[in-house]
């Protein structure tokens, strides 16, 4: 793969997680809503909220081992700097 193969799948790989995370967060309010009785129109239920509780714990993990991927992806990338050469004085 080309170095620019490499930064632009990291950039989607960022930007994925950043997508996972905000999916994530909702999960976790509508898992907090449910287990309180919030939408009326529903009963609440502890059981129903933990498991989207989990569902949010498991997004929001995936977003951020992504995240860790693409940020090392990019760091391999950058240019390493050279020793000094001494010349002799």
Partial sequence: MTRTGRIAWSVL????????LFCGGWVAL????LSIDA???WK??????????L???ALIIGAILLLRGSIRRLRSLRARPQPAIKLPI
């Fill in 13 to 20: 790989g960022i930007i994925g997680s950043a997508f996972l």
């Fill in 30 to 33: 509508f898992a907090f809503a």
């Fill in 39 to 41: 939408p009326h129109a």
């Fill in 44 to 53: 609440g239920d502890i059981r129903v909220g933990l498991i989207y509780g």
């Fill in 55 to 57: 569902i949010a714990l």
